[in-house]
């Protein structure tokens, strides 16, 4: 496919204001992570969905943005980032009405799929614009803006969601997004100038086709995994067949593209001749992993441990998001004068040292704030991480690769995401099961004799069935007939090793996040560290563009 892109006139426009429409562009879509899942219950019930259906409204969205991010950042390069951030708002607004008025769970899961790709459009276009809008020595306060910006969304994205659904349905938390999709269309196309060439581009298909299946088949194995019990999904077909034929048909796609690299690859390899790109990608893909590994069993603790409603567990994780919010601008203040490499490094080890202590001090019988200090220090670390991370990764990239970039990092931090959630899923899950039959022996001594082996063997045969989190696993076990005194003293103690047991398994569970994010650190120094010098000179050879602006 050949296309030919023409250049526009050129008008004065505010870099800043452009930074404006493209950071909302990208909180409707981080605020639609968080705002859903508040919802579930009523959804449950108004469309009588199963538990199946409610995986598969939260997955369609993942799944088909973590598919299509490097397809569609290499569309924003042949385009114009302008014209796909317009196409994916409008899909995105188009499909946030399509789930309101969703009145079958098929038809919400195909909504939540086509808001997943709206996401998927917009989102690497974000990183284009700013590199033609601003000088690599100005784009640390840019970068921050949207570290800012994606915490905001973490705390207000509960909130608002459990406002809505209490007062307005559960419909509402898709509707909320149409006056925002539609003020923003009409934004961009007065603000966002439209950034084009008059070089004729070709669209690699079969490069897009090989991608698009072997990220797939990827992606929905690690999703679905944990459903099957890594088995069989249909007849003879398996996820580690699944998961092998993804991973086959990448290293196709990679010789392939090996092949066309003196053409027009969908995936060129000279972005990754930038060393700082290629380390700063780690990084984000350990980050991604990181962020999840810390959120699965925290929310969890907070509503099944603590016994907190879903948005009073979104406030109490909220001053992470707020220490993020207030740091990152200062955060940027320092990259100039310091580098992004020391920067970078201190907070990966202030993230580290976070979540080091949630897991130390996390309790069955703690308090609602006893982990704030670890989630200020965690949150402080990750306004030291997003801002010198990106200001690293593209520094020294050429415009030319600024939409495929984008698409890499954003599809590496999403493959981070979900290798987590299957990662540390399992491995939560194999602890608990494990850490529950242990505290039920120990436990069991607190009740009367004849109830001892039946307290135990309900635990274990609750383990193999696997658990459902949040419940008492031996609740479902009680014979009929009990005393009330009895059932009542059961019932404690199946709290307290249900609490006890989750704890247990929780720090298991977050050592895996502690150590992925330390051998990130090690990475970051190999990085290089560009200094202040180093910043203006970037700056000062760059091609002159829009408003001025280097192109």
């Known amino acids: 496919m050949t296309v030919m892109t023409e250049s526009v006139e050129k008008s004065p426009v505010n870099p800043y204001a452009v930074v404006a429409v493209v950071a909302l562009g990208l909180f409707l879509t981080l605020l ?72 079958t769970p098929l038809q919400l899961i195909l909504a939540r799929a086509a808001q997943g790709l709206g996401a998927a459009i917009l989102a690497p276009q974000a990183l284009p614009i700013n590199l033609r809008m601003f000088p690599p020595e100005r784009r640390a306060i840019v970068f921050a803006v949207y570290g800012a910006i994606a915490g905001l969304a973490i705390v207000i994205g509960p909130t608002l969601g459990g406002f809505l659904v209490t007062n307005f349905g559960w419909r509402w938390i898709f509707y909320v997004n149409l006056p925002v999709g539609i003020a923003l269309l009409a934004l961009t196309v007065l603000i966002v100038p439209d950034f084009k060439t008059n070089t004729r581009h070709r669209l690699d298909i079969s490069g897009v086709a090989l991608a698009t299946a072997g990220l797939l088949a990827i992606v929905f194995g690690l999703i679905e995994g944990e459903r099957h019990d890594w088995g069989t999904v249909v007849s003879f077909i398996t996820i580690p067949m699944i998961i092998a034929a993804g991973v086959a048909l990448l290293i196709t796609f990679f010789f392939v593209q090996r092949s066309r690299q003196d053409r027009e690859p969908l995936l060129p390899f000279g972005v990754f001749a930038e060393r700082n790109f290629t380390l700063m990608a780690l990084v984000l893909g350990a980050m991604g992993f990181a962020i999840l590994g810390l959120f699965l069993p925290l929310t969890i603790y907070f509503q099944s441990v603590l016994h907190l409603s879903a948005v009073d567990a979104g406030l109490t994780i909220a ?72 200001d690293l990764a593209t520094r020294d990239l050429q415009p030319r690769f600024a939409g495929v970039a984008s698409g890499i ?33 120990i436990r069991s001594e607190e009740l009367p004799p004849p109830f001892r082996e039946g307290f135990i063997d309900g635990f274990a045969r609750a383990a193999d069935a696997g658990l459902q989190v949040g419940a008492s696993q031996s609740a479902s076990q009680l014979p009929a007939g009990l005393p009330p005194q009895a059932v009542e003293q059961i019932m404690r103690v199946s709290q307290a090793v249900f609490g006890q047991g989750f704890v247990d398994a929780m720090r298991v569970t977050l050592l895996l996040p502690i150590a992925i994010v330390l051998l990130a650190t090690l990475a970051v120094l190999a990085a290089r560290n560009p200094g202040r010098a180093q910043a ?16």
């Open 409 to 441: 990092l954003n599809t590496i931090q999403e493959v981070g995401t979900v290798l987590a959630s299957a990662a540390a899923g399992a491995l939560l899950q194999a602890r608990l099961a494990a850490d529950l039959v242990t505290q039920a022996r």
């Open 32 to 103: 639609d992570l968080t705002i859903v899942n508040i919802g579930i219950p009523q959804i449950v019930t108004d469309l009588n969905a199963s538990l199946d259906d409610v995986l598969w409204m939260l997955n369609a969205y993942s799944l088909v943005y973590a598919v299509l991010l490097i397809t569609s950042g290499r569309l924003g390069d042949i385009f114009g980032p302008r014209a796909m951030f317009l196409l994916g708002v409008a899909v995105f607004t188009v499909a946030s009405a399509a789930s309101g008025l969703a009145q």
């Open 536 to 551: 203006v000179d970037a700056g000062a050879i760059g091609v002159r563009g829009e408003a001025g602006q280097p192109a």
């Open 319 to 390: 001053p992470q998001a707020l220490a993020m919010f207030f740091t990152s601008p200062f955060v940027a203040m320092t990259i100039s004068r310091f580098g992004g490499k020391w920067i970078l490094f201190a907070g990966l080890v202030l993230f580290t040292g976070g979540v080091a202590f949630i897991a130390a001090n996390v309790s069955s019988t703690g308090g609602r704030w006893d982990l704030l200090p670890g989630l200020i220090v965690s949150g402080i670390g990750m306004a030291g991480v997003w801002t010198p991370l990106y």
